[in-house]
């Protein structure tokens, strides 16, 4: 048995409290999209909590879409690097970006300083953030959303906007992590609320994290063409949407849950066991990691062009159908919905430690299909 001293006893029992914090951020974001130019103008104000012990002089912002601009960006080139000539061969219509056109922070004009990639940038504080204190920015911007080459995308109508809007990076014991778009490689955010009003197309069937909060009777919430749909959501790292005038809806309270399945028409034949696998993945994964705990899940068809799915608060995107041979589709929707406990939750920094979200997730998927369809099965096999 080792002898621990008074002084190191304190300090071992301090250590852990001292750095037990977490940044804060709340964003109130009003967006119009624009369905002949693809693009998404914005104001965007939030609220930033330094519960840090540290005076902050800057704040990081990403600026996602911007990974879409040119072939210069740090995306582009890690595409070339793994032989995926689509975005070099894209036309320019194709391709997207972010303009911030005016920034303030605390009532005062700031600027905005661009990082080593285009998707990041340094906003410096007209007075220095003391621990305890928080800060109010704005941001009015405009996206102009890409094809398909990654995520954030659209295919005619139909959009997948995620990344989408400017983020504040996480600053944590570590420092600041202005992590740029990789080609492979995902995100770090802080937890916070969202209030998100979206200009759209009236005929727009939409998917989002959060909870739908339009008011049906507002009678100023509508255009000739545009409705106005209100979202807000609770204890979030990100907020994301995407919306098809064609998308097959159904839907279902499981479990407390207000689940959504958004099938895309090419799909819908092959759509019909998802909303049972998405009921199947909250019972696993409550059963072993507890409880989803928020009110909304949705599974929206997609075609982004990075894997077969991906994840967001209250939100996936899978971009696969059933085939006869395997049970693909199903691994990818478990799969997905599986991050809302190990990301979702857990809220890792998934560049850095990639395997606490993916190897994590990754085991969690093997032990469905083992638990659910006996210890030889996995999603191979045929159904
Ligand atoms: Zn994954």
Redesign the pocket.
Known sequence: MKHFSPALLFLCLLAPRLSAWQQRVDYKIEARLDTVSHELTADQRLRYWNNSPDTLSFVWFHLYPNAFRDERTRFAREAEGFHDYRFRLSREAERGLMEVSSANAGGQPCFLTPGDDPTTARLDLPSPLAPGDSVDIGMYFRVKIPGFFSRLGHEGSHYEVSQWYPKIAVYDRKGWHPLGYHYLGEFYGDFGDFQVGLWLPRNMVVGATGVEVTDPNDTTAASDSLSYRLFTATDVHDFAWCADPKYIETSEIHRGVALRVLALPKDSSRWGNVMQYAKDALDYYGKWYGRYPYPTLTVCGGYLAAGGGMEYPNMVIVSSGEDRLTRGLEMVVV?EIG?QWFYGMLANNEMDQPWMD?GF?SFSEERYFEEKYGPEADYLAHP
Do not use: A, L, S, T
Request: hydrophobic share 0%; aromatic share 0%; no cysteine.
């Open positions: 799969h991050h993916e997730n």
